[in-house]
């Protein structure tokens, strides 16, 4: 197959290393190399099998990459698209998979190289735990990819990406970057916020007592401070959107229980618990997984 | 074994039945009758093997009964377990499965009989299936139960309950009826409530890409909404409390991102990583049990 040809990965860590695990499984690059900060995560991810091979030389790295996926913390991805085109191939498709996508996609999009070369992307396939130690080569099977073309993004380039996603089993989404966005603030990043507020809220005295409502809540607490730290700055108003919906059903439990009002609280649960079936009628496989499948 | 003697649950659901089960399974007592509102539940417990005999007299299923089990929904339980010293014979332990204490503790403790013959009781066993088709003999092994004696529960009663639980597999600990309506509220009533308000407040549109954390973090909010509104009004000023501290991280967060302060979020971030750490540390076997076995 090997269709992609030189695939360069920027960052192999949970999400870059599992693409170049997904890609060598698949068959489909005909070389990947790992392009990192230090060379023990190089090793390490060389060792595991998710690069042929691996440099710190950043421009070599991109030299004859036929697909760059940038996989950095956020707050690092433009400027690593803008670079990885600009010392790249002409033939080069850059592509990240950055959790937020309106400040990249203006960022790139200034720069008249690595608007024609760039489709960003987000597959959403995250978890607490990071690392080229937890990457695994069936991550992003069946995960929603989001694709995030505007009015600049090129056909051609846009119809590799599209590809390149679904070869490595994702399901394709597309909508504008502040859809995505605004999306995303809602169904990850305000309710990582919540699970951390949760874990911080809770005296140390008690957790002997905490039990599954507790475990499960705070789950995603346990992720890199420095990561989310970046996505919250980098997707600031939508966040501040979700967690104002979000306070505002707290106000109305508050109150409702302020008034034990044992009614209304039935029904507010109620809602709520609708919802929920929602998710797990159309989610089916993510809500049945097993803890150690989470991601 | 059958050390138990005759054992009465009122109310076979989830935490009656399993309790049945495990009876059963470890053969603890001489002969367990269920008690029910509906025939048709008896018939499900007894067809599942977690109860002897179902009956809906209330009097005459308590009547030979050495020790009583009271797992109905907490407005119930402190009149049930009235009923139950009452009607059952002078030697009758009567305890219960109910996730408040205080109010329950208060009313038993206004009748002489009652006072007597009753040890509170909390095995943290929840789940949000309900019913006994979701029950099971190990739903209690390893499980914290918490009893809360006060100054006036009968010692030879109090080793008797610890007895009790204690042979179904379950971690003692002691503590005041306060104490743990204190502690359950930060440790599970709060957090099951930032369930429910989590999943009320994302819109359906968004729900297709949501993953992980949403999964998570939303799990409890399918608890039975009539269960829940009755544990939140008979432990009000507890959540109360828990629930502003709550609300005050999450303040401290909005305060942060809306100042684009990037390092305020990241120590924020890390200081409810390490609460979530140490309950990993603490509760080792609670973080790692998969999804179908969460109670």
Known sequence: LERHGTVAIIGVGLIGGSIGLALRARGLAQRVIGIGRTQATLADAERKGAIDAGTTDFDSGVA????????????????????AAERGPARTLVTDAGSTKRLIVEAVERNDHARAAFVASHPIAGSERKGVAHASAELLEGRVCVITPTAQTPAGRLDRARSFWASLGCELVEMTPEAHDQSLAFTSHMPHAVAAALAASIPDEFLRLAAGAYRDGTRVAASDPALWAGIFCANRQPVLVALTAFQDQLAAFRAALQAEDEEGLRTWWDIARGRRRLFDARRPTLGTESADGRH
């Open 64 to 83: 004859q990459a036929d697909v760059t996926v940038v996989c950095t913390p956020v707050g690092q991805i433009a400027a690593a698209v803008i670079r």
